[in-house]
């Protein structure tokens, strides 16, 4: 409840606090909500903690951790959230696309290639290519194969990126689950 409220309040000066939760505390709600809070505080200085929080043993806490990377105004993907597009839950893949997304760091692009021309889940392809687009990069054949993607948001995507027209994007944020209550 504690990690909630200080979420709520953006209390920036319990980011060690939350860090230290979310890297030790035995409960994994307390972990995913200091995830969470972190990433409502929106502070460069819990990175090092969301980012190890990649590699919990619980896949709704690296969902949110991977958010609240997102979340945080980051120039540079911690190497961890490129390394989450290779999680075994998709609902990781497609935070840590959409985080990567977020963060447009040109040094994913080839994580990302990857995860479009392997990916079977489409929401999380289609997290991949907003994030090869937000990133300024996504080459010819890999745009060619999702025009023949079995979900329409991805074709047209892939068309309009092949025409020169990304326009915005009409993807709402994800949440990393429903805002917490104590």
Same mark, same amino acid.
């Given at each position: 409840m504690a990690a909630?409220?200080?979420?709520?309040?953006?209390?920036?000066?319990?980011?060690?606090?939350?860090s230290a939760a979310l890297r030790r505390d035995s409960d994994a709600d307390v972990r995913e909500t200091a995830a969470w809070a972190l990433g409502e505080i929106q502070d460069h200085a819990a990175q090092a903690a969301l980012a190890d929080a990649l590699r919990d043993r619980e896949a709704p806490v690296r969902e949110t951790a991977a958010w609240a990377l997102g979340e945080s105004g980051l120039r540079q993907a911690p190497q961890a959230l490129v390394d989450a597009l290779g999680d075994a839950s998709a609902g990781v893949r497609l935070k840590a696309a959409w985080a990567l997304s977020e963060i447009a760091d040109r040094r994913a692009v080839p994580a990302l290639?990857? /995860? %479009?021309?392997?990916?079977?889940?489409e929401k999380v392809r *289609?997290?991949? +290519?907003?994030? /090869? %687009?937000?990133?300024?990069?996504?080459?010819?054949?890999? *745009?060619?194969? +999702?025009?023949?993607?079995?979900?329409?948001?991805?074709?047209?995507?892939?068309?309009?990126?092949?025409?020169g027209k990304g326009g915005s994007w009409p993807w709402p944020m994800p949440q990393p689950r429903p805002r917490p209550f104590p």
């Open positions: 909630w409220a200080l979420g709520e309040i953006e209390a920036g000066e319990s980011v060690d606090a939350l290639q990857k /995860l %479009l021309r392997t990916e079977s889940n *289609l997290a991949g +290519l907003r994030a /090869l %687009l937000e990133a300024g990069e996504v080459p010819t054949d890999v *745009l060619e194969s +999702l025009v023949k993607a079995k979900d329409p948001s991805i074709r047209q995507r892939a068309v309009r990126a092949l025409a």
